[in-house]
């Protein structure tokens, strides 16, 4: 894979799920390897959630085929689906990164409910 220039230092890698695709573990194709946690038919094939060790679980990967739990697999990123993130490490961004977004709708927008017969 190649881009544009990076910059050194840390940084953060975002891969969209479908920029993931099975290939096999020992040719060569694949840029990791990891074990199939979960399998899940979805209409025209399955959706796999594959566990790398050291890297977690990238779920919502789709396979035409079905693949097995506890299966090795090997998966292939398409550059065009990864996107890679300066890793900023100062008290704000840290900060940011720990609280959670407020997602409450303004009070013109909320909706009061009551039960049938009150």
């Given at each position: 894979?190649?881009?544009?220039?990076?910059?050194?230092?840390?940084?953060?890698?975002?891969?969209?799920?479908?920029?993931?695709?099975?290939?096999?573990?020992?040719?060569?194709?694949?840029?990791?390897?990891?074990?199939?946690?979960?399998?899940?038919?979805?209409?025209?094939?399955?959706?796999?959630?594959?566990?790398?060790?050291?890297?977690g679980r990238f779920?919502?990967?789709?396979?035409?085929?079905?693949?097995?739990?506890?299966?090795?697999?090997?998966?292939?990123?398409?550059?065009?689906?990864?996107y890679l993130f300066?890793?900023?490490?100062?008290?704000?961004?840290?900060?940011?990164?720990?609280?959670?977004?407020?997602?409450?709708?303004?009070?013109?927008?909320?909706?009061?409910?009551?039960?049938?017969?009150?």
């Amino acid at each position: 894979m190649s881009g544009g220039d990076v910059p050194a230092g840390d940084a953060v890698l975002l891969i969209r799920p479908t920029a993931l695709a099975l290939c096999g573990t020992n040719n060569g194709d694949n840029h990791l390897a990891g074990t199939v946690a979960d399998v899940a038919f979805r209409g025209r094939g399955h959706e796999l959630a594959v566990y790398i060790p050291g890297h977690g679980r990238f779920t919502g990967i789709f396979a035409p085929v079905r693949s097995e739990r506890g299966e090795p697999v090997g998966l292939r990123l398409d550059p065009a689906g990864c996107y890679l993130f300066p890793a900023a490490d100062t008290p704000r961004s840290r900060e940011r990164s720990t609280r959670l977004p407020t997602l409450a709708r303004p009070a013109s927008h909320r909706r009061r409910y009551r039960a049938p017969g009150c």
